[in-house]
């Protein structure tokens, strides 16, 4: 418990942190978003994981507990329940991270919002994927609720590149070249 609070709490720290190793290899004017990344990133992350403690967690728990009958009663132990939530806590910390990689990727020059709408397909196929792997619970219901979270990041992931990305660069499948100097 100690430790997941203590991720939840350090955060800002955390994101900071990185950005200050990354900083020194950055001109003048790429450093000016330290300030607003490590805000954004934490906003993000705890955000992420508010929404999948508070609105995905309850149905989780209860399709844990949910094999009860006249004959078998679930009794989850303190560690099933803290891993459940742990595992939930993180897995949606970091996937509410998206809108911010997406924003690095483009500024990096290796996406732009033309290729991420021509390949949304195969971001609705990875995302559920993602969702499968990431969620505790075998049921449908958890992976839907991580999935569209998902998708609505993804929607805006695209947004925030069409904002604050790049404009013009030589991505992945663009005919564009690359500029070498």
Same mark, same amino acid.
């Given at each position: 418990?100690?430790?997941?609070? %203590?991720?939840?709490?350090?955060?800002?720290?955390? #994101?900071?942190?990185?950005?200050?190793?990354?900083?020194?290899?950055?001109?003048?004017?790429?450093?000016?978003?330290?300030?607003?990344? !490590?805000?954004?990133?934490?906003?993000?992350?705890? %955000?992420?994981?508010?929404?999948?403690?508070?609105?995905?967690?309850?149905?989780?728990?209860?399709?844990?507990?949910?094999?009860?009958?006249?004959?078998?009663?679930?009794?989850?132990?303190?560690?099933?329940?803290?891993?459940?939530?742990?595992?939930?806590?993180?897995?949606?910390?970091?996937?509410?991270?998206?809108?911010?990689?997406?924003?690095?990727? !483009?500024?990096? %020059?290796?996406?732009?919002?033309?290729?991420?709408?021509?390949?949304?397909?195969?971001?609705?196929?990875?995302?559920?994927?993602?969702?499968?792997?990431?969620?505790?619970?075998? &049921?449908?219901?958890?992976?839907?609720?991580?999935?569209?979270?998902?998708?609505?990041?993804?929607?805006? !992931?695209?947004?925030?590149?069409?904002?604050?990305?790049?404009?013009? #660069?030589?991505?992945? %499948? &663009?005919?564009?070249?690359? &500029?070498?100097?």
């Amino acid at each position: 418990m100690a430790l997941v609070c %203590g991720i939840l709490l350090a955060s800002p720290v955390v #994101f900071s942190q990185v950005w200050r190793f990354v900083a020194p290899g950055l001109f003048k004017h790429e450093k000016r978003i330290l300030l607003p990344f !490590s805000f954004l990133s934490t906003f993000c992350f705890v %955000g992420g994981a508010a929404f999948g403690y508070f609105v995905v967690f309850p149905p989780a728990f209860r399709f844990l507990v949910g094999y009860n009958n006249e004959f078998l009663t679930s009794l989850p132990s303190v560690s099933e329940y803290f891993t459940l939530a742990v595992r939930l806590l993180l897995a949606f910390g970091v996937i509410f991270e998206m809108p911010i990689f997406m924003v690095f990727l !483009s500024k990096a %020059g290796i996406v732009n919002v033309a290729f991420l709408n021509r390949n949304r397909k195969y971001a609705i196929l990875i995302n559920f994927i993602i969702a499968a792997i990431l969620t505790p619970t075998p &049921d449908i219901v958890n992976q839907f609720m991580m999935g569209v979270p998902l998708m609505i990041l993804y929607e805006i !992931s695209v947004l925030a590149v069409w904002l604050f990305g790049k404009k013009s #660069f030589g991505g992945f %499948g &663009d005919s564009a070249e690359i &500029d070498k100097s």
